[in-house]
């Protein structure tokens, strides 16, 4: 195991790689961890929490939503569980993120690690301290931001991963690259979602090259003022996409870098050869790039995103493959955006 | 209007004593402010809300609930509230116990103010940043710290504050002197709640002192590690007594504080005239000093209190008047004390 330290506001976070899942031992007294994790992770790697409390929950995304939290919490009160325990949450985004919100209101406040099971976990969800449960058809609505004592990478529940979450979490991937790093880019163009599913290696070199690269975003610019708003590349048709039409989170983030990176070339010079390159990466990695969508749901769905300020809405745009920018668009421009780019 | 801020964590919160509700106004733009209020201070005092959006509740402590706040959110998502608003709690602990918590959840954290109107919250409540809600029996099992940027202060609600919030807010005034102050102990003995509900000017005298007092409590010991402990004097057998028997918070306090004072006297040297003294204190103030409970569901109840540390819990004692200590005791003690004190 290796382990990295960073300081978030103070407060250490420790991120540890090549780790074995018992090593959060490390971290806390063993009879006083309780598992936070999913039906399936549980079933597929039962032997990894024999020694501690467990709590399951079905992890998909449509039961990421307070009566969950609701449950986890009734559960946590008939255990006896008290401020003196860690909460670990073991999982893909959905578990990590319900953990992180549990761990935050619990007794105003419990001791956390994340360990991530999916790319999409590993590499984005698990890093930052954000978290949040949806509310109907609007996405993380309700949440907080807390911080993980540890982030641990047991490489091992990759073994187990389906490959629809392979392709999900390399969406995150082809974010970070199309914000931050061009010759990630090119790296990710030279190969394809089987080789990074069949060459352990590369798969988790790939992991911990992206988990350096959003730590550091969210380092530098821990409240959101600049830089780490562009994370949100993709995420704004995403998520609107995602509810509306029940299409996984990798891609919805698809489709909406595709329409991001189209309204750039249309407001921002982003060149459309590099439009086009975008769209031959996702379908490398077997992402959507197109989906049917109804305009009007989707504008009103945008008026109730977090990143909206007043009758605009705060938008990541690309100058270049690598390198973005953010401008706020009012809705009106969107829907005239809308209307040339679809 | 006069302003006292103080710094806590980094954060500003500013204390407005002799306002006038419409003060709001100077701290956030007001078409971007949400009242949350009880149905009863919104008909008693309607005219105040008239410039605002207005959500409002029932502000009884049996609403106070994860099923309220799921219903407040839903009401500013239709009502589109952003991150650009403010969030104003007006009413009494209830009411700021879950304006705190919502405006800490939704959206990840929204600007927050709180306007006590009773004497629990003008005292105590507002103060320090806690918030929370109950789960079933259990008090505040889940809630955040999360400060407000402003604490308002328009004592002419207190015009309509029915006579048992004021007997209700005068225990935690009394908790204060016996754990801090014992002039201000003294003070209480020469007067009864009947002066202070008659005499403005005296009662919010009272009011200002007992806020000078928690908030330096509060600032000297934010993370509860010492001093900010013993504000929970009276609270741990209160909070059990107050669920398991549906007694008004002050009663039950008050309660809790005679039982908290003869186990002082029993193993901490707490002389036995003081114990009297409180007993005719909270009398004077026609606050409830016995009732009939059984203790094995009071202590099954504490087994679930948040200050409950493995086999033991942390318990507050009084040396003298004006002075208090914490000890940790064993559920077994606490039982055998209960069996003598009883």
New interface residues.
């Given amino acids: 195991m290796k382990i990295i330290e960073s300081i978030f506001s103070g407060e250490k976070v420790s991120v540890c790689f090549d780790a074995n899942f018992n090593n959060v031992n490390n971290f806390h007294s063993s009879d006083k961890i309780l598992v936070l994790t999913d039906q399936n992770i549980f079933t597929l790697h039962s032997q990894k929490f024999t020694n501690f409390q467990v709590i399951k929950v079905d992890g998909s995304e449509k039961n990421k939503t307070?009566s969950t939290v609701?449950n986890i919490?009734?559960q946590m009160?008939q255990l006896?569980i008290?401020?003196?325990w860690l909460l670990v949450g073991v999982g893909g985004g959905v578990i990590t993120d319900m953990a992180g919100y549990v761990a935050?209101?619990?007794?105003?406040?419990i001791k956390l690690g994340l360990a991530p099971t999916s790319i999409l976990g590993m590499t984005d969800a698990a890093i930052g301290g954000?978290n949040?449960v949806n509310?109907?058809m609007?996405k993380?609505?309700?949440?907080?931001?807390y911080r993980p004592t540890f982030i641990l990478y047991d490489f091992t529940f990759l073994d187990t991963l389906p490959t629809a979450e392979w392709i999900n979490g390399f969406a995150e991937i082809i974010k970070h690259a199309c914000i931050k790093d061009e010759a990630m880019f090119n790296e990710l163009e030279n190969r394809d979602i089987n080789f990074y599913i069949n060459n352990r290696t590369e798969a988790t070199a790939m992991i911990k090259k992206n988990v350096a690269l959003k730590t550091a975003v969210v380092l530098a610019d821990e409240f959101e003022k600049a830089d780490r708003f562009q994370l949100n590349f993709g995420h704004t048709f995403g998520h609107a996409i995602e509810n509306l039409y029940n299409i996984p989170h990798g891609h919805a983030v698809s489709i909406g870098m595709l329409m991001a990176a189209k309204v750039s070339a249309e407001i921002n010079n982003f060149d459309s050869v590099s439009v086009e390159r975008l769209k031959e990466l996702l379908q490398q990695y077997k992402l959507t790039v197109s989906q049917e969508i109804n305009k009007e749901e989707v504008l009103a769905l945008l008026?109730?995103d977090?990143k909206?300020?007043?009758d605009a809405i705060n938008f990541v745009l690309l100058n270049s493959i690598g390198n973005a920018t953010v401008k706020q668009l009012s809705f009106k421009t969107i829907q005239s955006l809308l209307d040339q780019t679809l």
């Fill in positions: 307070q609701d919490i009734s009160l006896d008290d401020k003196t935050s209101i619990y007794k105003r406040g954000k949040g509310v109907g609007y993380n609505m309700v949440g907080t931001t008026t109730k977090k909206r300020a007043g």
